[in-house]
């Protein structure tokens, strides 16, 4: 499977990634059904730091399971192919139709905690999201549009802008810090 490449051959930039990529990798090797949610202890998932042309802006979604201004992004939900996945789930979630991706290539690794919460009236527990990240480029004079089930709002933030919005401490430093560092270095 071309991800499981794809993982194989991505540089962590730092210890988290590193050691997450390891823990990625075990679990696709023992989990056939890693790429469905119906593995109830972790499966795999897309997200996608959304940039403008000039890359000093990155746009967010309030999750309304999260309570917090994040990323985007989703479940493959059988999908292999997870920039498919980080390109669906931006689009349903931000409104942006025009939205592309700066490269194949992957930008970040993750694995996230999810804590058990309710979604459509059914307890989902806690598991984990085995998460690749995909740098997208979109037009900021594109209008958005609030994906209803999902989250409560949609916005474009500066990079620094989007830390400040976020209430959710571990991704602040963990993810979105590294996240604007990418784009501010290599990406710009």
């Not at 989902?124 to 037009?139: G, R």
């Amino acid at each position: 499977m071309k991800i499981k490449e794809d993982i194989k051959k991505y540089v962590p930039c730092n210890e988290q990634e590193a050691r997450d990529k390891a823990v990625i990798l075990s679990f696709l090797e023992k989990n056939p059904d890693a790429f469905l949610r119906s593995n109830p202890v972790a499966h795999m998932t897309a997200s996608a730091w959304v940039v403008n042309p000039e890359r000093t802006k990155v746009v967010m979604v309030y999750h309304r399971i999260y309570d917090s201004w994040s990323w985007t992004g989703g479940h493959a939900d059988g999908e292999e192919d997870l920039l498919a996945v980080a390109l669906r789930e931006c689009r349903e979630e931000t409104g942006l139709q025009k939205v592309r991706a700066v490269s194949d290539e992957i930008l970040s690794l993750e694995v996230l905690t999810v804590e058990g919460h309710e979604k459509r009236g059914e307890y989902v527990p806690s598991h984990l999201h085995l998460n690749v990240t995909y740098l997208l480029e979109a037009d900021e004079r594109e209008t958005l549009r609030i994906c209803e089930e999902e989250n409560a709002g949609v916005a474009w933030f500066t990079l620094d802008g989007a830390l400040e919005a976020s209430s959710e401490p571990w991704f602040v430093e963990r993810i979105y810090k590294k996240l604007n560092e990418k784009v501010k270095t290599c990406c710009g």
